[in-house]
């Protein structure tokens, strides 16, 4: 945080604009990836507007899904549900499959809160095809996640388990982080599973997942979306 604080000062003494935005994302991004969705707000606000004026649409779709996730996070649902649909348009103007991607995933993440299951598993089918032809693994196991935490309300818990646990543990054939916003989620899914699943269901479903090679995983999930 310091760093990219002295940043943009020395890049606001050069009349570096790209060095600004660029130092802003970072300090929004600090502040996001550890909760502090309250500062990081005003942060991507700015940076939307620098890169805009800029002319780097991806980069300032990249800061807007951030705003958007902040703006969700403090309780602000209609205008996020605004960011995503600007940025969805943006993706899709631009040619951005990540950017798509990433819009059809928050998208995803409304339906299932509203009830609308079906719709849900549909847009997370969307965002994973699209993040398997970028061969973006990380994002596909970040969508793994996704489709467990969905069928842990009420649809297939067992299918839900063996997801997340194919998640987890490719993640940790790769030797990757888990990002602390998928952590969460994670810790959700668990809580919901249990209530569902009795000891010896979650732990069979629990090791069939750990078993599966990534393209079983995902074809899984793909097939719960019809």
Not at 24 to 53: H, N, Q, W
Not at 64 to 85: M, S, Y
Not at 199 to 215: M, N, S, T, V
Request: proline share 1%; hydrophobic share 40%; charged share 30%.
């Amino acid at each position: 945080k310091r760093q990219a604080e002295e940043a943009i000062e020395i890049h606001r003494r050069l009349g570096d604009e790209w060095g600004v935005a660029r130092s802003t994302y970072m300090l929004g991004y600090a502040a996001i990836e550890s909760g502090d969705f309250r500062a990081a707000k005003p942060l991507f606000e700015e940076t939307v507007r620098l890169l805009s004026a800029l002319g780097y649409e991806h980069l300032a779709g990249m800061a807007t899904f951030n705003l958007e996730w902040a703006c969700d996070e403090l309780g602000e649902v209609e205008r996020a549900k605004e960011l995503i649909d600007e940025n969805l348009s943006r993706a899709r103007r631009i040619g951005s499959r990540s950017l798509e991607a990433a819009s059809l995933s928050s998208l995803a993440a409304y339906a299932r809160d509203e009830g609308r299951i079906d719709d849900t598993l549909d847009l997370h089918a969307k965002a994973l095809r699209l993040n398997r032809k970028l061969g973006d693994v990380p994002h596909q196991l970040d969508d793994l996640s996704r489709f467990a935490l969905t069928l842990a309300h009420g649809r297939d818990a067992r299918l839900g388990a063996q997801l997340l646990s194919a998640s987890l543990a490719l993640h940790d054939d790769r030797g990757m982080k888990i990002a602390l916003y998928q952590q969460r989620r994670n810790e959700e899914t668990l809580a919901r599973l249990r209530e569902q699943l009795d000891e010896e269901a979650f732990a069979d479903a629990w090791e069939r997942g750990r078993a599966l090679a990534l393209e079983d995983a995902l074809e899984l999930a793909l097939a719960s979306a019809g």
